[in-house]
């Protein structure tokens, strides 16, 4: 019986309801932008627990963990009952969760650490000279390079040969040492029991190929699986989903193929253009209503995609009144008048009662908005990045990680090498040695700390002047986990910085006090956490995926500023599409190679950027621009400014 007391009619139109009712099985929602896919996944969610389901047995897959959260708390909100056996979140999240549980079958043990992007550099860099590749070639890949290769082979499921070939051509010379450093690389990552982001996706499959039992068990837990933005699901993603849902078929996935943005991720649009033929059984439920903008944004959106060829036909009508203005487009001179431009419209709209929230500056590329982080500074107007350097990755942050990470998984060889180097005297090369001391160790491989680390480390050879340092460090590590079992994650942080980190942090930052902040914060944020484990993953999927600055004091409302690859799904009364030149957006890239699908990703981008305003919608760029070498040269703006009849924005003289 009901227990939620929804009215299921009265809050869905009728296509939202034929899809939120439908019967058990597999189903396809595709519709539009602001069409209300999410609001019916959320509804259907709730319409399943309504009708028996257990939350048990549901898993539900987002993009972000924040979506995953808002999602979670609204049908808490529709339905009153306890969520938490209900599974939900990113792929990422879902597949470390199952993993902590199973790693061993891997040859894993469930304290695995999660390298994140700058970890895998640094790992690929020290692979890179012991191989000595970078002195045989002054011109040999940087590891940022190697990173991107081996994570979009992983996320195609390719061969590193095959993805070099087709997306890194120009470097096929080098293709034997690539081969040898990412043979390595595979080996360094299970020597240290680390997993990179893309490891837990393709490790979760592996786990599942190769132990039929365990994909059998979560396959018949989960009756019901709900996957938002399907659109950019990749081919690991889609096997996961695949795998998982051959017990009960019971798999709802939404999403807008023109809205999938994903493709040099590995995303790919065929998963959600092929659904119907992996599920023949399959119903396809369309919804042609926006509820989210007024007609004038919508109309320049569906005009703004018109242009590519490919696309499955969505009409979309508008049900919202007239707004209270059409789309501006506004050209300024440079990006300084831009940004003066826009916070003067933002103090106004601020002015005249808009929340700070509701406000929303999209770009191409985070550097678009150098200026515009300055201008905004200035004026006082508070904001959020959600691209950029995040909270969690400064170096101050990853630092004090550092030594819970090497005292949780006591292989993790980068987190030991950063923490020693913290010590005065010890460089990579003295890191080096203590690491081959450390790893020679039989207590290095087991599964839990050691009971003592000083007792085992004390007389490791470091230089007469780190000696101090070095007993202070083995010391606090016996702290840390005394007796062999961690601390919980808020005291570790505290002894942490009482025993080493505070004064080095004095002799090492200018912004000492910013810092020391920082990391009062994070002890703060830690204590939700009951296990030091437990708080270092959920922090390697914070740090790398969509959630802002948990730092700033941003309770009295903050302008959002985010590249339209971090604003889908989302929407703001207020919108600015800024850097809206030729070469900018869309990329010189595209438009040098004559890339026709990179062109239409292009443009799908900025169809995903204009459908994130509900009422007012600027569009600029600026005429001029300055060379990084000095000059000034005039750009022409976006060719898909051009595309739309001129009819439906208009345009603002602000000089
Ligand atoms: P996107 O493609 O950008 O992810 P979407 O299709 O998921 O968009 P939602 O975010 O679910 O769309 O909905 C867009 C807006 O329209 C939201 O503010 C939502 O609350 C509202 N909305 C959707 N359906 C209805 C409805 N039946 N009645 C009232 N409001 C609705
Ligand atoms: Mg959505």
């Known amino acids: 019986a009901p227990i939620s007391g929804i009215d299921y009619h009265a809050t869905l139109n009728e296509e939202q309801y034929a899809a939120v009712s439908s019967e058990p099985g597999a189903a396809l929602v595709i519709a539009g932008a602001g069409s209300g896919k ?38 808490r909100a529709l339905i009153p009952i306890d969520l938490s056996r209900l599974w939900s979140g990113t792929f990422h999240s879902i597949a470390n969760r199952i993993l902590r549980q199973h790693a061993d079958y891997l040859g894993y043990t469930p304290a695995f650490t999660i390298m994140d992007s700058d970890d895998r550099k640094s790992m690929i860099k020290s692979i890179v000279k012991a191989l000595k590749l970078d002195e045989k070639s002054s011109r040999f890949p940087k590891p940022e390079v190697l990173s991107s290769l081996f994570s979009l082979a992983d996320n195609e499921g390719a061969g590193i040969q095959e993805t070099l070939e087709n997306a890194y051509p ?144 969505k009409r979309l009508r508008s ?65 959020r990045i959600t691209s950029g350097i995040r909270f969690f990755e400064q170096a101050h942050i990853k630092d004090v990680v550092a030594f819970m990470r090497f005292v949780v998984n006591p292989r993790d060889e980068l987190s030991f090498r950063r923490m020693v180097m913290l010590l005065p005297g010890i460089g990579p090369g003295m890191a080096q040695k203590l690491w081959a001391r450390w790893a020679a160790c039989p207590e290095n491989r087991a599964e839990t700390p050691p009971e003592s680390f000083s007792a085992l480390m004390m007389e490791f050879p470091v230089p007469a002047k780190s000696k101090p340092g070095w007993m202070q460090l083995c010391y606090t590590l016996d702290e840390l986990a005394p007796g062999g079992k961690t601390a919980n994650p808020a005291s570790m942080l505290v002894s942490i910085n009482e025993a080493v980190y505070d004064e080095y942090m004095q002799s090492a930052f200018e912004n000492y006090d910013q810092r020391r902040q920082d990391l009062l914060h994070l002890a703060g944020f830690s204590e939700r956490f009951d296990s030091a484990e437990d708080f270092l993953s959920q922090l390697s999927l914070l740090g790398n995926t969509d959630d802002e600055s948990a730092a700033a004091d941003l309770s009295g409302g903050a302008v959002t500023l985010s590249t339209i690859h971090q604003a889908k799904g989302l929407e703001w009364s207020v919108v600015f599409l800024i850097g809206l030149c030729d070469g900018m957006f869309p990329h010189q890239r595209v438009i040098d190679d004559g890339d026709l699908a990179g062109l239409e990703e292009e443009r799908r981008l900025f169809y995903v950027g204009i459908t994130r305003a509900k009422d007012q919608l600027y ?37």
Request: aromatic share 10%.
């Open 170 to 313: 120009y470097l096929s010379n080098h293709l034997d040492a690539i081969l040898d450093v990412h043979e390595q690389y595979v080996l360094r990552k299970q020597e240290t029991n680390s997993m990179d982001f893309d490891d837990l996706l393709l490790n979760v499959v592996r786990l599942f190929q190769e132990q039929e039992h365990l994909r059998a068990l979560y396959g018949a837990r989960f009756h019901h699986i709900l996957v938002d933005e399907y659109q950019d699901t990749n081919y690991l993603q889609s096997r996961f989903i695949d795998m998982l849902a051959r017990e009960h078929g019971q798999l709802m996935v939404v999403g807008d193929d023109a809205q999938s943005i994903y493709s040099w991720r590995g995303a790919d649009m065929e998963n959600i253009l092929s659904f119907t033929t992996r599920y023949p059984s399959a119903k396809t439920f369309k919804i042609e209503t926006n509820y989210r903008s007024v007609p004038e944004i919508l109309e320049l959106s569906n005009a703004a995609i018109a242009a590519n060829e490919m696309q499955i036909e």
């Open 38 to 75: 999410t609001r019916t996944l959320t509804y259907r969610v709730a319409w399943l627990l309504d009708h028996g389901t257990d939350p048990w047995n549901i898993l539900l897959l987002t993009f972000t963990n924040k979506a995953a959260r808002e999602m979670t708390e609204r049908v």
């Open 619 to 655: 569009l600029t760029y600026p005429r001029w621009n300055c060379r990084a070498q000095g000059g000034t040269f005039m750009q022409m703006p976006s060719r898909f400014l051009d595309e739309v009849p001129a009819a439906l924005v208009e345009e603002w003289e602000v000089e």
């Open 319 to 383: 049900v919202r009144p007239t707004g209270e203005m059409p789309p501006a487009l506004v050209p300024l001179n440079d990006d300084r008048m831009q940004a003066k431009f826009i916070s003067q419209r933002i103090r106004d709209l601020i002015e005249e009662g808009t929340d700070p929230n509701e406000i929303a500056v999209l770009y191409r590329a985070h550097f678009h908005s150098m200026e515009l982080q300055m201008e905004l500074t200035r004026s006082e107007i508070p904001f």
